[in-house]
Structures are given as C-alpha cells and as structure tokens.
C-alpha cells in the first residue's frame, strides 16, 4: 500500500486548506483512514478519521467545527479541509489507512490501529 498526500503549505491564521491522501495497492481491504499530526517535539496527535464503506467520521475535540474528513471511494482518497486554520495547527499531517477490525473501537484513534503511513505534508499557519 502507498499513501500520498499533498496540498500542505503556508497560510495566514483564519485561513483555509485542502489536504488530500490518495491510497493504492491493497485499496479492497482499507477499514479506516485517519490523519494524525505531530508538531516538533511533541507526540503524534489524532486528527480525525473516517470508516471506509459507511463513511462515518470522527475527529478530535481541538480541530472539531472547523476540519472536516471526507473520502472518495472512486479515487481511493481522503481528505481533510481545515478551516480558520490557527498558528498551533502547524505540524507534519500524516495520514494513514487501516485494515484490520478491532473490538470495541468503531473510531481508529490510536496509531496502533493504522498499517500504513503516508510521508507527511507540512502545515505552517503564521499569526
């Protein structure tokens, strides 16, 4: 499986972006894709995440009413708008599919739940 994301970059605070992951390879099987994001010296954070047939969502309490994650099954990608973009959303955004079923959790959180990650995309958003 390759994941690839584009359309990070530099944006003023309040502003917007489009994050895009194309996957390929073992598509059939994806459960979830999720994005998570670290910034520099800080752990990995969950963004949000999606279920890949109902596409049912999640996201975290710090991005919830301004990101959104959707997907397009026919392209095999996942995206993530961000919007009123804040200088403590600048980090590498990552996303990554799963392909396993896990008790319990409908909603993939954690890293252990994702097989494959993509290489990131840098965020800046300046004040």
């Known amino acids: 499986v390759q994941l690839v994301e584009s359309g990070g970059g530099l944006v003023q605070a309040g502003g917007s972006l489009r994050l895009s992951c194309a996957a390929s390879?073992?598509?059939?099987?994806?459960?979830?894709m999720g994005w998570f994001r670290q910034a520099p010296g800080k752990e990995r954070e969950f963004v949000a995440t999606i279920r890949w047939r109902s596409g049912s969502t999640y996201v975290a309490d710090s991005v919830k009413g301004r990101f959104t994650i959707s997907r397009d099954n026919a392209k095999n990608t996942v995206y993530l708008q961000m919007n009123s973009l804040k200088p403590e959303d600048t980090a590498v955004y990552y996303c990554a599919d799963a392909h396993n079923v896990y008790s319990g959790s409908y909603y993939y959180v954690q890293p252990l739940h994702y097989d494959y990650w993509g290489q990131g995309t840098q965020v800046t958003v300046s004040s």
């Open positions: 390879g073992r598509t059939f099987s994806i459960v979830a």
